[in-house]
């Protein structure tokens, strides 16, 4: 992220601060000459959200708000500033760009190294124990499975335009689906009653009268050991 970081400095004073030039216009500069650096090869990525996405989002973010002249004082989420600025985060675009890749790679010849490598699989290959690194096929099947784009669907890949059109239906429903999620959240988290409702269904101590959300029900468990009546140490609530 340091050449897409120096670009937007080099062009934040001319043009991203100046308030006589229009946002649409920014966003538009923003698109051509800042994500298309940070997203160069975006395509062929195995990407982790939470140390690869997450990144990104926050360089989106931090220029979009400097961009749209937003101040921490305003206080506003990041769903406003997407709205206002009209874009979409950077999880569908990296989605946008991979789904884009593999209808291309399909419709390639069988003789093409690209879908051969796509297609292919390794013989007489072993998997290590414990959890496994992410391979490319994991991550496009976890796209598509969050596009809801189904393996019936796949065949109109071979189709260009309907496939476009199939993507870019199915990320418009993934990015109002997630936008309303963290919308979701945040009223949630902002609600005063929302701390009184996360204590419906706790597990409480029957010997001093702890309570353990229900997710903690192992911890209940070791706490209720810990308060044995026969030992002689309770646990203090």
Known sequence: MAKPGAAFGQLSRRLFKDRGIRLDTKIQVYR?????????GS???????RHIIKKLEKFHMNCLRRISNTRWLDRLPNTKILDRCNITGIEAMLMQSQLRWCGHVHRMPDSRIPKQLLYGQ???STRSQGGQRKRYKDYL???LKSCDISNLTWDTVSDRAKWLRLCHSSLDKFEIQLIANLEDRRARRKDPTSAQKSTVGTFSCEHCGRTCRPTSKIGMFANRRSCNPSSTTVCQP
Do not use: F, K, M, P
């Open 141 to 143: 099947l976890l796209t």
């Open 32 to 40: 051509t000459a800042i994500l298309s650096s940070l997203l160069h």
């Open 122 to 124: 390794l013989t007489g």
């Open 43 to 49: 395509e062929t990525w195995t990407s982790y959200r």
